[in-house]
């Protein structure tokens, strides 16, 4: 077994820092950018990754980078490979290795993740390359008659199948089952099924004899869905600039409670499945906005960080991201900004794993 995992994975969750995905899909990243009206092309791709990747101090509170397959081969308009940006700023690349979520057969509205076929040949390239770690999300939706045991059951194996193929390639697996948020489920639903997700994904991942040392797991929280009655209000955070603006000084009273709530029974789900040999669990977003996935981290270690056996951090896309893809609206002229907003972000969440973070950090 390849040893060098186990320093690798402590080190994505040391120093209170985190992981920062940026392995969005071309359709997917094309998508973000279509409700922007930013061009939906291969150098605006690019250069929205070269202003992420060379914001000034990200190294202080990101301890990895996931990427995708175009942009581990892409470089700043001088020509410096990004590989060559983020080794310079002391960040360790990952790469997202998965082809996506497909519809599972005779299962309608469940979906399967691909990518095994070839797999092997890939992390050996992606491995020469220089990434390290690697990442694949499995997705779980809930709905009436769903998540389907079956279903549950190829993903988490896919998931194990795919984690021990990293070891053997000498990268760190990322395992993502996203129980999503879409849906009008309840926080308990969300709950039962998030629990269920992750005994099956530790069933299989032993199994398939990976390592739980070697590993970072990331779920999701557990959150009510999205048109769920009480978080309907939440749906519309951080849409736009103006939205979150609006946030900040109209927090609800019943907001604290739900940061609570959401808080305790996540740690909870994650106490009753997560062996105490995986040194980190670092959370996806989710479509949660930025402040509140921040706030409800925070909460997470302010109570519970002494008490639990791995660290609690973050491996946020869109809630590290949005905000500054928002004022950065393919211009030039705004990366300044946008790198401000990006760099706020990965600092709140910094915070946010010591316990520290507070509603003024959004004011400064
Ligand atoms: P979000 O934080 O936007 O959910 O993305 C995390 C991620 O990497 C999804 O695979």
């Known amino acids: 077994m390849n040893t060098n995992l186990i320093p690798i994975a402590k080190k994505l969750v040391a120093d209170d820092k985190g992981l920062l995905a940026i392995d969005e899909s071309n359709p997917t990243c094309n998508q973000r950018f279509a409700k922007l009206n930013i061009p939906q092309t291969v150098e605006a791709r690019r250069a929205y990754r070269e202003l992420i990747l060379t914001t000034p101090g990200l190294g202080e509170c990101i301890s990895g980078v996931i990427l995708y397959d175009e942009t581990i081969r892409q470089q700043k308009k001088d020509g410096t490979t990004f590989l060559k940006v983020l080794g310079d700023a002391g960040i360790i690349p990952g790469i997202k290795v998965d082809t996506g979520a497909k519809d599972l057969a005779a299962h309608p509205g469940e979906k399967i993740t691909e990518g095994l076929d070839g797999l092997r040949d890939r992390l050996k390239e992606y491995f020469q390359m220089g990434a390290r770690f690697a990442k694949w999300r499995a997705v779980i939706a809930i709905g009436k008659g769903i998540p389907s045991q079956s279903c549950i ?14 070891q053997e390639a000498g990268l760190v697996p990322v395992v993502e089952p996203e129980v999503l948020m879409d849906g009008e489920h309840s926080l308990e639903r969300c709950r039962v099924v998030t629990e269920e997700v992750l005994r099956m994904v530790f069933n299989q991942l032993n199994s398939q004899r990976v390592l739980l040392e070697g590993m970072i797991l990331k779920p999701n929280m557990v959150l009510p869905g999205l048109t769920c009655l009480p978080q309907q209000e939440v749906k ?23 940061i609570d709530e959401v808080a305790n029974l996540t740690v909870k789900s994650l106490w009753r499945t997560v062996p105490a040999a995986v040194p980190g669990i670092a959370f996806l977003s989710g479509g949660q906005s930025a402040e509140l996935a921040s706030a409800r981290l925070n909460t997470m270690n302010l109570r519970f960080k002494s008490q639990l056996p791995w660290a609690l951090s973050f491996s946020f896309a869109r809630a590290i991201q949005q905000p500054a893809l928002e004022i950065w609206r393919g211009e030039a002229a705004n990366v300044k900004a946008a790198q401000q907003a990006l760099l706020h972000r990965a600092r709140c969440n910094r915070a946010a794993r010591r316990g520290e973070y507070t509603v003024a950090m959004e004011r400064t």
């Open 153 to 166: 059951e190829a993903n988490a194996h896919a998931l194990a199948r795919y984690a021990a193929l990293c």
């Open 236 to 258: 519309e955070v951080g849409v736009g600039e103006q939205q979150y603006q609006v946030r900040l000084t109209d927090r609800q009273p019943d907001e604290e409670q739900d």
